[in-house]
């Protein structure tokens, strides 16, 4: 089993300006960042892997955990009375989804092991 199974993995933060957060941390912390166009920048801590992404500050933080299984992971939240609120998507590294636990609160889970097709 990969030891990233069932952890938090990722953590996403919404930014209004990608390039102006990536700058401020790049300053304040020793980060690796990749850019994914103007819209998206990922960084790396030594420990947690993140990103910024174009969006609204204060709609949250959202954290990713890692599960080798997407599919049945999907099932999963929907059994448990979750709600997906984005439906499994590709991007770079892999796939994912995004949910709300029965209390409201968001979160995704991905896979690098996920194949849509």
């Given at each position: 089993?990969?030891p990233?199974?069932?952890?938090i ?15 401020f ?8 960042f ?52 984005k439906d ?13 636990d ?6 995704g889970?991905w ?7």
């Amino acid at each position: 089993m990969d030891p990233r199974n069932d952890r938090i993995d990722y953590v996403e933060i919404a930014t209004r300006d990608v390039a102006a957060s990536k700058q401020f941390f790049a300053n304040l912390v020793d980060w690796e960042f990749v850019d994914y166009g103007e819209d998206y920048a990922s960084f790396h801590d030594g420990h947690i892997d993140g990103g910024f992404g174009l969006g609204e500050p204060g709609a949250g933080t959202l954290p990713v955990l890692f599960m080798e299984d997407l599919v049945s992971s999907r099932t999963r939240v929907l059994e448990l009375g979750g709600v997906i609120t984005k439906d499994i998507f590709s991007f770079p590294g892999g796939h994912r989804f995004e949910f709300t636990d029965p209390g409201g609160a968001g979160f995704g889970i991905w896979s690098d092991k996920h194949d849509p097709g």
